[in-house]
């Protein structure tokens, strides 16, 4: 049997990785897969009761943001959780999700909601403003991302939402915050010190 490693040179960005991740079924693959046994299509969809070809779909979108290893055996591909080391940021979410996703307390629904947070260019954006800047007004928040007040308004709900940003009333401003979850602290920090 041949074994032949079929990694290739990517370069996603964060948001769209994050938005390949913030998929529960992926999300239940990757969790199956970082145990380190490689596994191919038709274990995984057994496993996880889904189809082959959705099992597929899935495998292929990790591997192509540089999350899963793919080796071809004979007529078959293995995948194992490992990251690309072309992609240096995929060691620290591949990290991140495997210690989060082993707790006990260990949620889908916990990592898909920290994954959500990042998963638009522009909350990425004013993540980095705010981090540079210390703290923003409303106003000044606007004009320096330069975004709609509707854009505004509905991107800082969602990293609110995900206490990734707060507003302190006290300097009236909006400030970032780091997170709790080791995916929400790894997340910020490779969004606020981007490669």
């Known amino acids: 049997m ?37 596994r191919c299509v038709s274990e995984v969809a057994t496993q996880l009761k889904t189809p082959e070809a959705e099992a597929s779909r899935g495998l292929r979108a990790l591997n192509a943001r540089g999350l899963l290893r793919a080796n071809r055996v004979s007529r078959w591909v293995e995948y194992r959780a490992g990251h690309n080391a072309t992609i240096p940021e995929t060691r620290q979410l591949l990290e991140a999700l495997a210690e989060q996703l082993s707790r006990k307390d260990a949620s889908i629904d916990a990592a898909f909601r920290d994954l959500t947070a990042f998963t638009h260019p522009r909350r990425i954006h004013i993540y980095q403003v705010l981090n540079r800047s210390g703290g923003l007004g409303f106003s000044e928040l606007r004009a320096q991302s330069e975004m709609s007040k509707p854009s505004l308004c509905r991107h800082i709900a969602k990293l609110r939402a995900r206490g990734l940003v707060r507003f302190d009333k006290e300097n009236d401003c909006y400030v970032c915050e780091a997170g709790t979850t080791p995916l929400q602290k790894t997340l910020t920090k490779l969004v606020a010190e981007p490669a």
Do not use: E, I
């Open 2 to 38: 041949r074994k032949t490693d079929t990694t290739t040179a990517l370069n996603p960005t964060l948001w769209r990785t994050c938005r390949v991740l913030a998929n529960r079924r992926r999300l239940h693959m990757l969790r199956l897969l970082l145990d380190g046994s490689p």
